[in-house]
């Protein structure tokens, strides 16, 4: 999508002359923010780290869903990029300025201007595949690689992550019943009894 000058004229007075307010969850990454400080929290702070801006309402169906994987997000890139969340009906000037017709309305800003964007419900896969555009990842434990694998039915992936873990231990209780789990999935009662014996007691 393009945007122009016409887009930081509208926003450039929101907030103007108001008395900034803001709220964080430190662990999450996770701002709320509103007609005041959205000048600071968004448009300046972008200009320093990415800044990933929610726009939704408690009325919205679809941005209960979009929020928590909005914020999973914030806490796994641990501050490559900054969420912030915009109650639209408590921020009336943002919401003009922005012209969101819709939520969840979702923009990444950098450099002060919102360089990608969507509205209406996402995939896990579609929101994770905007950030990785423009954010860079973090560096994720292969154990976490392969829980993520088995959630999305990923079998193959989880099992060559099972492998990376076990091959820089070789007695990783989690990664050994993983790999007995994919082989009972596959119908090889064996296999999995053979992973399942290299557990000690210790695991």
């Known amino acids: 999508m393009s945007w122009g000058l016409a887009f930081q004229n509208a926003v450039s007075s929101v907030g103007a002359g108001i008395n900034k307010e803001k709220t964080m ?45 909005l914020e999973s997000l914030a806490k796994e890139y641990e501050g490559r990029f900054e969420l912030v969340k915009v109650d639209i009906d408590k921020a009336p000037q943002v919401a003009m300025a922005l012209r969101i017709q819709s939520v969840p309305t979702v923009y990444l800003f950098k450099g002060g201007r919102p360089v990608d964007g969507f509205q209406g419900a ?20 292969p154990i976490e690689l392969a829980r993520r694998a088995l959630e999305r039915g990923d079998t193959d992936a989880a099992a060559g992550n099972f492998r990376t873990v076990l091959e820089g231990d070789a007695d990783n209780g989690e990664a050994l019943i ?14 999995a009894v053979g992973w399942l014996d290299k557990i000690t007691e210790a695991n």
């Open 178 to 191: 993983g790999m007995a789990r994919l082989a009972l999935g596959h119908g090889d009662e064996g296999a």
């Open 25 to 69: 969850d430190e662990q999450t990454y996770v701002f709320n923010a509103g007609d005041a400080d959205f000048q600071e929290r968004v448009l300046i702070r972008s200009q320093e780290v990415p800044v990933l801006l929610d726009c939704w309402a408690p009325w919205c169906g679809p941005c209960k869903t979009i929020g928590p994987i």
């Open 122 to 141: 996402q995939p896990e896969s579609a929101i994770r595949a905007l950030v990785e555009r423009h954010v860079e990842a973090p560096e994720v434990p």
